[in-house]
């Protein structure tokens, strides 16, 4: 049994959705893992990640806009505010996503559909 442990940065300039396929991928062939399971998981409290496609940008454009409306970065709607009037919508968003996603490796690739992305959202 082997078990490995790696810090990913990712770069933001904002409230968006940023894809991190790829480096996971690197990491997984880089290690050489065969079978497996990964956990991603997120030490923050206002950002999260996502399962999503990937092959049309549209998707990512319809889910921020959907997320706005649902939760809309007004800063008379909330107490908390302290960073700024995104501060309070990226906690809400956080907290009906995920902070953590298992998936499985298999024959050393990721199993993800074939439209499928891994995101910081």
Known sequence: MKQNFFELKINTSGQNLYEFTDQTLDWI???KFKNGMINLSIMHTSASLIIQENADPDV??????????????????????????????????SSITNNQISL????????LGTWQGIYLF
Do not use: C, Q, R
């Not at 889910?63 to 809400?92: C, Q, R, S």
């Open 60 to 93: 990512k454009t319809d889910l921020k806009n959907y997320f706005d409306k649902l939760v809309p970065m007004n800063e008379e709607d909330y107490i908390h505010t302290t960073e700024g009037k995104d501060d309070m919508p990226a906690h809400i968003k």
């Open 29 to 31: 062939y880089k290690n």
């Open 104 to 111: 499985s490796i298999k024959n050393s690739k990721l199993l």
